[in-house]
């Protein structure tokens, strides 16, 4: 099985013997995500960033489920306060960016889940026996 998360969607496809089995896409990808960490910084800290500022989250932080001990590793971030209009600067953390990204994710999984569903029943053993590649984010 490959994943392969793009910019505007993402691709679910599985694979036997060099043929295509079975190919899905999911109207999610990286601009989804960063769409999300924008909307969630906005609504939870009244702060606003830029796409610039929610991708380099993503890439440094962005996890597709809350870390099972404390809030994870944390990252300053830097935007504009929506209260004051002055610049502001706060820390972020993995617990918050899984929780922001848990609509999308939820998305992305749902269609990994249809493909799995879809497919012929050795062929979904052979997956869940080795994985599935991903290009993106990590899914477990």
């Known amino acids: 099985m490959v ?5 505007g969607t993402t691709e679910v ?8 089995v079975y190919a899905h896409s999911v109207r999610v990808g990286g601009d989804k995500l960063d769409e999300s960490i924008i909307a969630y910084m906005r609504r ?12 380099r989250i993503k890439k440094s932080i962005g996890i597709a489920r809350r870390p ?9 971030v830097r935007g504009r306060d929506l209260v004051n209009g002055v610049p502001k600067e706060i820390q972020i953390s993995e617990a918050q960016i899984a929780d922001a990204l848990s609509d999308p994710i ?21 997956i869940v026996e080795k994985g599935l590649y991903s290009r993106a984010v990590v899914l477990y």
Do not use: F
């Not at 939870?44 to 991708?55: C, D, F, M, Q, V």
């Open 106 to 126: 939820k998305q992305i999984v749902d269609g990994v889940k249809m493909a799995l569903e879809q497919a012929p029943p050795e062929l979904a053993a052979d």
């Open 68 to 76: 099972e001990k404390s809030t994870g590793v944390k990252v300053e």
């Open 13 to 20: 496809a599985i694979l036997s013997l060099g043929n295509i």
């Open 3 to 7: 994943v392969d998360i793009g910019g």
């Open 44 to 55: 939870t800290h009244n702060l606003l960033i830029g796409e610039a500022t929610a991708e």
